[in-house]
């Protein structure tokens, strides 16, 4: 059923749940996960107790996100994933991210070889099969964010109980590049959608525009045809667990639409907007505020996501 919830019902809805006891101790582990040799080093957190908690394993979108949400080579320091992570923590949620596969410096050389899609996949794939054993856990949620949304309908099996797609889009990332583009330049779109067709016909784009040149340079061609090559609407049609699609109603990188598109293609689904939430999962009352979040760690996560998330990964399966 369709919820699309602001802040004040959003308040309401939850003022039943109880608190999770403020008597507790989180341990912090760093582990170093392993594709291959492509090293994955991560953060994973959680309440010292004798009973089980739920463990939300998060995955970051497109970039080069490490495991807090920080992009210190485009200025990015929202710290919006540990932000998350502290507070589900207080909620008695276990939490773990990592450092995207082109974080670690010793992982580029390898990169620059090869790095499709598929990778992503199987690197979340490895984080899920890590703790699918593990007893100090009594469910497994992956939350798959912007990118990571499609990385994680790709990546759920039968140990996962839970799905999240957060800010994900609905589009293959061609459709997603093309409306973006036009969007500033429709002249340029139509060439970029050119571009995207020259790609997927020949696997190649033999004169890039040099107005295009950060999407369709050489070393990532290999990465957009693989990339390309996905649908998040069919993707997520063939999921047989229960799913949460999230947006926020702040965010200026993906649109309500593509979450109500989600949601459509899985009536069965949960669907919640959250009112003044912006795609760094900040919560933003001056839109002057918002591109301001993404370089400061100082805007609030917002609460209304920590409770959504909360309500929906410690239902029973």
Do not use: C, W
């Not at 330049?185 to 571009?195: F, R, T």
């Not at 295009?212 to 997520?236: C, G, H, R, T, W």
């Amino acid at each position: 059923m369709n919820k699309v919830f602001n802040t004040i019902l959003l308040s309401i809805f939850f003022l039943s749940t109880p608190a999770f006891s403020q008597n507790f101790d989180i341990k912090a582990e760093e582990l170093e996960l392993k594709n291959d040799s492509i090293k994955l080093p991560g953060t994973l957190t959680y309440i010292q107790t004798n009973q089980k908690q739920p463990l939300v394993i998060f995955i970051q979108g497109s970039g080069n996100p490490d495991r807090d949400g920080n992009q210190k080579s485009l200025g990015v320091n929202a710290n919006y994933i540990k932000s998350l992570r502290d507070s589900l923590n207080t909620k008695g949620i276990a939490f773990y991210s990592y450092d995207k596969r082109n974080v670690t410096p010793s992982n580029i050389p390898l990169i620059l070889k090869s790095f499709v899609f598929q990778d992503l996949v199987e690197d979340a794939k490895i984080a899920i099969q890590k703790f699918k054993d593990d007893n100090r856990f009594s469910s497994i949620s992956v939350l798959g964010h912007s990118q990571g949304s499609l990385v994680g309908m790709l990546a759920v099996n039968d140990e996962v109980d839970h799905f999240i797609s957060l800010a994900g889009v609905s589009e293959t990332i061609d459709q997603t590049i093309v409306r973006q583009v036009s969007k500033q330049n429709a002249q340029l779109g139509e060439i970029a959608e050119s571009k995207f067709k020259e790609l997927r016909d020949t696997g190649e784009i033999k004169e890039p525009n040099p107005m295009l040149a950060s999407i369709f340079a050489k070393q990532n061609l290999e990465f957009i045809k693989s990339y390309m090559a996905y649908d998040p609407v069919e993707k997520i049609k063939k999921l047989d667990l229960p799913i949460l699609i999230i947006n926020g109603t702040k965010d200026l990188q993906v649109l309500e639409k593509d979450a109500e598109l989600l949601h459509a293609a899985s009536p069965e689904s949960e669907l919640v907007i959250i009112e003044n939430m912006n795609h760094v999962l900040k919560h933003i009352e001056k839109d002057q505020d918002n591109l301001k979040s993404y370089t400061s760690p100082d805007f609030p996560i917002s609460e209304d996501l920590v409770k959504v998330i909360t309500s929906f990964v410690k239902s029973s399966k």
